[in-house]
């Protein structure tokens, strides 16, 4: 039902939970109205941990001061070509040389058709031309200039050259019509950022991944459930769309937004769980089942709110269906991860239901601490392999760890 070799622990720190965390980059910002939106995510990016330069047009001047992006980055921007510069003559050369990544927000009709034929005429098509590092570009205009077979022709060079072009959307513009043309939320393009500074070494896998709770309802307003919040799950399928997956994530009741570029279905008992999965199961190559599935569900439901000592005697509980066993079993070549939370006996719970659900890998933590397991951003896990091994990991962000156990499921892909 439907609601909508391994690395060792220096190399891991390269993991960071944020691909733009202490990462350099220039943001291009050009004269159209959507001008404003490159300040939100200038902010974004600066929460984020990175470094950010910014270049501004001289038409991006009249729509949004220099000074808010000077304010915010708290660095110099970049605005005339000409005339004193802190860092030399070679300006373009330094920036490009310094730089991860740039962003070009908005990319106007006239910046993409300098770009796509080579033109430098000004501080950013001059960094444009220099810089070796990746480049995303947001077009945002007018429908009619965004349809015009020239514009068009130019984004398909740029993407042809190896530039990244996240395609504007459809939605109300600036001058009253409706179209394509609209720059995407300033979440969207940061995410794409995040793309492109992550390996897309998932190119071609279609992972599916299991998130959250069960609620197994009662009667109407009571429910068995866990304090399962997702976050692992959310967490897993953001790195894994970061790094070229195609993703499904299928998740019971949390509060997380739906991971940017992921298919999301939402779901609530164990049996819409189960459904869910197993309607999906063989369009994959990869599967992560981080779900908390509630092992248990009332016998009956009661219709009606029931009074607490009505409920006592009446209360009987039957075993939920086990997806990751019925995943196991009926397996064909995809690696299957499960996780195991545990409050005691991790090595000898964990290993027991590796072999009994026929597992590629599981992950396991002992609960009961704050920082590590449900609902905190942070996680201490021991990984259990097929072949035996065993691999502690540190105390670390959710996103990290994400990270950490796709190079180990890309491991295992090498070794079958």
Known sequence: MRYDGLMNPQQQETNMADPVKDK??????????????????LRVLVRS?????????????????????????????????????KDGPFRHITWANET????????????????????????????????????????????????????????????????????????????????????????????????LLCPQDLEGERILITAGPTQEPIDPVRFISNPSSGKMGYALARVARRRGAQVLLISGPTMLSNPQGVEVIRVRTAED??????????????MVMAAAVSDWRPAGFFEHKQKKEEIAPDLRVE?????????????????????????????????????AKNLDLIVANLIGQDDSGFASDTNQVTLFYRNGRTEALPLMDKGALAGILFDRVLEIRKSV
Request: with cysteine.
């Open 24 to 41: 350099h980059i220039v943001l291009g910002v050009c004269g159209g109205i959507a001008a404003y939106k490159a300040v939100n995510l």
């Open 49 to 85: 941990g990175a470094h950010i330069r910014v270049i501004m047009t001289r038409s991006a001047q009249e729509f949004v001061g220099p000074l808010t992006f000077e304010a915010l980055s708290g660095q110099p921007v970049w605005t005339h070509m000409f005339g004193k510069q």
């Open 100 to 195: 991860d990544a740039a962003v070009i927000v908005p990319a106007t009709a006239n910046i993409i058709g300098k770009m796509a034929h080579g033109i430098a005429d000004d501080p950013l098509t001059t960094f444009v031309l220099t810089v070796q590092a990746p480049i995303l570009v947001c077009p945002s205009m007018n429908f009619q200039m965004y349809e015009n077979r020239a514009v068009q022709e130019n984004i398909k060079r740029l993407e042809q050259t190896g530039k990244k072009v996240l395609h504007p959307e459809v939605g109300a513009l600036a001058c009253g019509s409706k179209g394509p043309g609209r720059l995407p939320d300033v979440e969207v393009i940061a995410e794409g950022l995040r793309s």
């Open 273 to 286: 769980m189960f459904n869910a999965v197993m309607d999906h199961v063989e369009q994959t190559t990869i």
């Open 319 to 355: 075993q939920t269906m086990d997806i990751l066993k019925a995943v196991g079993r009926n397996k064909k070549g995809q690696i299957l991860v499960g996780f195991a939370a545990e409050t005691q006996d991790l090595k000898e719970n964990a290993c027991g239901k590796l072999t």
